[in-house]
T-cell receptor, first 114, second 114 residues
Framework: DTAVSQTPKYLVTQMGNDKSIKCEQN?????MYWYKQDSKKFLKIMFS???????INETVPNRFSPKSPDKAHLNLHINSLELGDSAVYFC?????????????FGQGTRLTVV | AQSVTQPDIHITVSEGASLELRCNYS??????LFWYVQSPGQGLQLLLK??????LVQGIKGFEAEFKRSQSSFNLRKPSVHWSDAAEYFC????????????FGDGTTLTVKP
């Protein structure tokens, strides 16, 4: 029973297309995130949502639009894809505060823009 | 601003040898510190975390880490490495809430020689 699940696992698409990545967590956590991991494996936070409200937006181009229909889901929509968007995108969730505030990561979505 | 430095980009050890991965952090208050492991093609998994109390923390898979405030370090250790430990290791520092928005180091790639 996967705690944080992302779909699809792989995504290959042409420049200029619009695509979405879905994320769901069944841990009952209040907070969800999107991270981007580039080809050098550097990991950077993109967005953070707490109970469906955006709380972090780390200077991500506005072609990226997260949407949280409920606190268990955080989807990432990307418009007008560019070559530089190729990366692995990780969804994560965490409870808010306290000693258990570690992040639980999904398996990642490898996006390749051609 | 918080930051994490992992000085070693790549480390190679022989199976059965001991391991130490270095992590230095910069944080304005009491840090929350984490070590994550990423196996090839997988998401990140939490190995251990430090919030307070005993400065030597035990984690999963036989790993431990020691928090040294005077050195701003949180080095990861394992007495005897197994081939399955080959992976990417990330140190992260965060505040007392929403640890998923922690700042991650650039990672250390561990190769294990037979």
């Amino acid at each position: 029973d996967t705690a944080v699940s992302q779909t699809p696992k792989y995504l290959v698409t042409q420049m200029g297309n619009d695509k979405s990545i879905k994320c769901e967590q069944n841990l009952g956590h209040d907070t969800m995130y999107w991270y981007k991991q580039d080809s050098k494996k550097f990991l950077k936070i993109m967005f953070s949502y707490n109970n469906k409200e955006l709380i972090i937006n780390e200077t991500v181009p506005n072609r990226f639009s997260p949407k949280s229909p409920d606190k268990a889901h955080l989807n990432l929509h990307i418009n007008s894809l560019e070559l530089g968007d190729s990366a692995v995108y990780f969804c994560a969730s965490s409870p808010t505060g306290g000693e258990t505030a570690e992040a639980f990561f999904g398996q990642g979505t490898r996006l390749t823009v051609v | 601003a918080q930051s994490v430095t992992q000085p070693d980009i790549h480390i190679t050890v022989s199976e059965g040898a001991s391991l130490e991965l270095r992590c230095n952090y910069s944080y304005g208050a009491t840090p929350y510190l984490f070590w994550y492991v990423q196996s090839p093609g997988q998401g990140l998994q939490l190995l251990l975390k430090y919030f307070s109390g005993d400065t030597l923390v035990q984690g999963i898979k036989g790993f431990e880490a020691e928090f040294k405030r005077s050195q701003s370090s949180f080095n990861l250790r394992k007495p005897s490495v197994h081939w399955s430990d080959a992976a990417e290791y990330f140190c992260a520092v965060g505040g007392n809430t929403n640890a998923g928005k922690s700042t991650f180091g650039d990672g250390t790639t561990l190769t294990v020689k037979p």
